[in-house]
């Protein structure tokens, strides 16, 4: 398996067409899937998640309300559980 190349996740959100872009890496982009009339995801050529386009995002998917929690493995855990 090759490394993941590391890049920030950026999020676009477009009000003049109510559109959220979601770009979780810089790879090109091999190909678009339709998730549903609204949700589209775009792939590298190793079926890797690139982008997410999320059309009428306010209803959506709640924007512009966003929040962002990193949950960090517990380190030191006890023996036995």
Known sequence: ???QRRSETKIKYFSDTD???VEFSDR???ETKEIN???YIDLDRCGNLVAMTIEHAREQASLPFLS???IEEKIGRE???
Request: glycine residues 6%; proline residues 6%.
């Open 68 to 70: 962002y929690e990193q």
């Open 19 to 21: 559109t959220a872009l």
């Open 79 to 81: 023996v036995g559980k």
């Open 37 to 39: 009339e609204n949700i």
């Open 1 to 3: 398996m090759r490394p």
């Open 28 to 30: 090109s982009i091999a």
